[in-house]
Structure formats: C-alpha cells, structure tokens
C-alpha cells in the first residue's frame, strides 16, 4: 500500500537558520512528490513537485526538496527560516500510472521558528 | 483568476441532521477532489470527480456521497451526521489530465457537529 511519513509532528527552529521538514515515502515505481504547506484556518498551498530530474527541486518562498530514490525520502528545506514561514507542512505522493487526483498525504509536520 | 471557493466557511450542525457542501474550482479546472481534515486522522481522501464522473473513491461510509455538475461545480452530501464527522472539508481542483496536474485547494468548511 502507498504511504507516506513525516517523522517528526513538529520541528523547531531560530529565525535566520537552516530548517529541514523530512519526508519517506513507500509507492511501488516512480512516485510524483508534493509540498503543501497550510496557514491557520486555510486550504493547502503547494510549494513544490518531483516529477523527474534534477534532484533538487526549487519552489515557491525559497523553498527547496531533495529527492533521493535510494532512501525514498524528499525532504524540503529553506536555508534561511523565517517567522512568516510557521505553519504545518504536508508532504504528499501521488501513482503516475493514473491521471486520478487521489493524493496520498503525510501526517503533516508543524513548523514553528523562534524570533 | 479566482481561486477555489467554498461555501459556507462554517457549519453547526446537530447528529442525525445532513447537509451540503459546495466547491466553485478554478476556472478550466475539470477535477474536484474533497477531503476531510481532521487533528487525528489527518487529510483522507474522500473522491474525486472529473467532467461528472466518480473518478476514485476513499474508505468512506455511504454516508458521504457526492456530485459534479456540467459547470465543473461540485456538491459533497453527508447524511445522517455523527459527531465524528466534525473536521475540516476541503476541496481541490485541477486541471485533471494527468497526476503531474498541481491540486489548488480551498479555504475549507468547518463542520462542527453537536
């Protein structure tokens, strides 16, 4: 069955410094990859997609994934984290093999940065 | 171009009662999906529709059905309403060709069922 797991519920991290929101992944073939991030009392917003490529893949508010096969992981990651940037994140995966918008989400991950 | 538009924001229903939730999706937008939000389940998929028809259905009881009207506007339906039908429904569009197609969502209906 697909799946996806975002280990950690919540991540803490200082303004001005690096974030990492991990993601793994368990889809049979090429799985597509998704960032959502949600604000308080909002829908999801979509950051960024792996389709295939380059590896690293950048997307919207200086946001940036990185997708290793080897370790199914698509981890997203900001080099510089900001206050505005505190909400919870929601990595997803969905079958290329269908045009189906059957999304498979993670639990979803909330980040808070530290003034 | 507008976004995905749901109405109404907020539901207070009482169990037993049903009720009707709405999605305008992006104009051009031929797939709606809806999905429940919840603090201990997270997002599950509910179904998803596309030029009318019942694409894909999530493990959800009868209870919840939907519907896709010729303007791509879509309607989700939940009977006979138990309190753990509380939570967030959203609902997303796109374009519905291919699974590279980005899902835009709206700003969701809370229900709260007492």
């Known amino acids: 069955a697909q799946s996806v797991a975002q280990p950690e519920d919540q991540v803490n991290v200082a303004e001005g410094n690096p974030l990492t929101v991990k993601c793994t992944y368990s889809v049979s073939g090429n799985p597509y990859l998704f960032w959502y991030v949600q604000y308080p009392n909002r829908g999801l917003q979509f950051l960024l997609k792996?389709?295939?490529?380059?590896?690293l893949v950048k997307g919207s508010y200086g946001f940036e994934a990185e997708f290793n096969k080897s370790q199914t992981s698509f981890h997203l990651k900001k080099p510089s984290a900001l206050v505005s940037d505190s909400a919870l994140y929601f990595c997803?995966?969905?079958?290329?093999?269908?045009?189906?918008?059957?999304?498979?989400f993670g639990p979803g991950t909330s980040l808070s940065v530290i003034p | 171009k507008a976004g995905v538009t749901q109405t109404p924001r907020y539901l207070i229903k009482t169990r037993g009662q049903q009720v009707t939730l709405s999605c305008s999706p992006i104009?051009?937008?031929?797939?709606v999906s809806w999905y429940q939000q919840t603090p201990g389940q997270g997002l599950q998929f509910l179904f998803e529709?596309?030029?009318?028809?019942?694409?894909n259905k999530g493990n959800f009881p009868g209870r919840f059905s939907g519907r896709q009207f010729s303007n791509s506007r879509s309607e989700m339906n939940v009977s006979t309403l138990e309190l753990g039908d509380s939570a967030l429904y959203l609902c997303a569009s796109s374009q519905g060709q291919t699974a590279k197609n980005i899902q835009y969502f709206g700003a969701g209906t809370r229900l709260s069922v007492l």
């Open positions: 104009s051009g937008h031929r797939s």
């Open positions: 529709y596309f030029s009318e028809t019942q694409r």
């Open positions: 997803a995966v969905r079958d290329p093999r269908t045009s189906y918008d059957k999304v498979i």
């Open positions: 792996y389709i295939t490529g380059d590896n």
